[in-house]
């Protein structure tokens, strides 16, 4: 197939106006340009004028903005189940000191009972946070390592936490496009 000037065009996926992917392309990177604007100076320096630009031209034909959001949905399941599972630790734990209240009836022997029940439950939770925390930062990783093979910008895996935060703005960045993509 040939344009109007002869030129050969490929067809492998439905045609698109350029003049309206390079109007796309203009908004989104004129968005970026003033969300890094209002950002703290500290991260307006760690994303350079090149990387926005990069991360516009990424986002025109709406992909990332599908990856991003099946990669939030996938956190709020996460999360939820966390929430959950921490929540029946809890209720576990408030039934194992009932529990312990209905067989002692000594006062003496009851308080040191629950005291040290409670010292128990206090370094199962504990343990359990830190195990959420171990499963939150795997997430992490997940998401950082799928959008730099998705070759979103600014993405790779890391644990540099300044590198973290940008990648955070970045996503903010990417989320609230995807709002005005919507409303558009």
């Not at 969300?35 to 986002?59: F, G």
């Not at 956190?75 to 209720?91: A, D, G, M, W, Y």
């Not at 936490?161 to 005005?180: C, E, G, N, T």
Request: aromatic letters at 4%; one cysteine or more.
């Amino acid at each position: 197939m040939e344009d109007e000037d002869g030129d050969s065009m490929e067809c492998s996926e439905p045609q698109t106006d350029p003049s309206a992917l390079q109007r796309k392309l203009y908004f989104l990177n004129e968005e970026l340009q003033k969300m890094a604007r209002d950002l703290p100076l500290k991260y307006q320096q760690r994303i350079p004028n090149e990387l926005l630009c990069a991360l516009a031209a990424s986002l025109v034909d709406s992909t990332v903005f599908k990856i991003v959001s099946a990669l939030i949905d996938i956190q709020h399941v996460t999360e939820k189940q966390l929430i959950n599972h921490r929540n029946s630790l809890l209720l576990s734990h408030r039934e194992e000191i009932e529990e312990m209240t209905k067989k002692h009836q000594d006062p003496a022997v009851l308080y040191a009972n629950t005291e040290t029940l409670k010292l128990k439950h206090k370094m199962k939770l504990k343990e359990f946070d830190k195990g959420c925390i171990l499963t939150l930062d795997e997430k992490l990783h997940d998401q950082q390592t799928f959008l730099e093979k998705a070759g979103v910008p600014g993405f790779e895996m890391t644990d540099d936490p300044a590198k973290i935060q940008v990648q955070v703005r970045l996503l903010d960045f990417i989320i609230r496009l995807s709002k005005m993509e919507m409303t558009e």
